[in-house]
């Protein structure tokens, strides 16, 4: 095994992981309850394991980590920028965490694409990119930004545009309107994860707006708690995938033009541990 390139991950805890199993090949005594030791607790031998299971590491331990774990100057930054940004709490705190991590990756190898990153940042490129490819807009801005909620800037449109056309996302036709190079856009398996979960966050505040908001158009918003074997969530699962696709292909058959843009927030998620079976 090769000694962990930190700027390569994009988890602290998969850098932790590998970075031990590195170490106890050089030293064979560095147990996890020694690695809890090296970080200033000599009674608490599950905390390096508690760590790697998901805890929070705080401020003052995350010092300690950077401490045992050797790390240069450049490393320490880094380490710190990922830890804050799987650990922030808000969208805000997540995105100048991940300012601070596209910064500061070094490595030739690194994961994080500036360009990617500069589309997937904001919320309102797609919502550009798709409001582009149902009207007709060349150059006024002002109109531009104003078909789209909730609203942004002329100038936040015009660089938007900028963007995608750099990214090479769209086009301007032969009347000299701006419109999608594809009809369809996605991610793709090698995007990055931190990427996809920032467009995540924001959609998912979106929809938190959405729900106080009045719309002229419809909207539905539902929720629900459910009690189910895990045999259950996985053909609720498949369900929602089949309903997803069923959705797309709805999209892309519609026989009428498209007049306006939706976002869809679809989130199913555990509100309890995985409990044992009597």
């Not at 309850?33 to 608490?44: A, C, D, F, K, Q």
């Not at 300012?99 to 797609?126: E, I």
Request: hydrophobic share 40%; proline share 5%; net charge negative.
């Amino acid at each position: 095994m090769e000694t962990p390139d930190l700027f390569t991950y994009d988890d602290f805890r998969a850098f932790l992981l590998d970075w031990w199993t590195y170490h106890q090949g050089l030293e064979p005594g560095l147990s996890k309850s020694e690695m809890s030791r090296r970080l200033g607790l000599p009674n608490t031998r599950s905390y390096f394991t508690d760590v790697l299971a998901g805890k929070r590491v705080t401020d003052l331990f995350l010092d300690r980590f950077c401490q045992a774990l050797g790390l240069r100057v450049e490393e320490d930054r880094y380490f710190r920028a990922l830890v804050q940004f799987q650990q922030a709490e808000t969208p805000e705190d997540r995105e100048v965490a991940l300012d601070r991590l596209v910064v500061l990756s070094r490595s030739p190898r690194r994961r994080l694409d500036p360009r990617q990153y500069a589309y997937y940042r904001h919320w309102w490129n797609g919502a550009l990119r798709a409001v582009l490819a149902i009207e007709d807009h060349s150059e006024d801005w002002e109109c531009l930004a104003s078909r789209i909620q909730p609203g942004i800037t002329a100038r936040q449109a015009r660089e938007s545009v900028a963007l995608m056309q750099e990214l090479g996302l769209i086009e301007r036709d032969a009347r000299g309107f701006w419109k999608p190079t594809e009809a369809n856009l996605s991610s793709g398996t090698g995007a990055n994860d931190e990427l996809i979960l920032q467009m995540q966050m924001q959609q998912f505040d979106l929809a938190r707006r959405a729900i106080m908001t009045k719309f002229t158009l419809p909207k539905d918003i539902a929720t629900s708690t459910l009690h189910l074997s895990g045999a259950c969530v996985d053909r609720s699962r498949d369900r929602i995938e089949t309903f997803l696709g069923e959705l797309r292909s709805l999209a892309t058959k519609d026989p009428d033009p498209a007049d306006r843009i939706y976002s869809l927030c679809l989130a199913f998620f555990p509100l309890s541990s995985e409990g044992s079976t009597p």
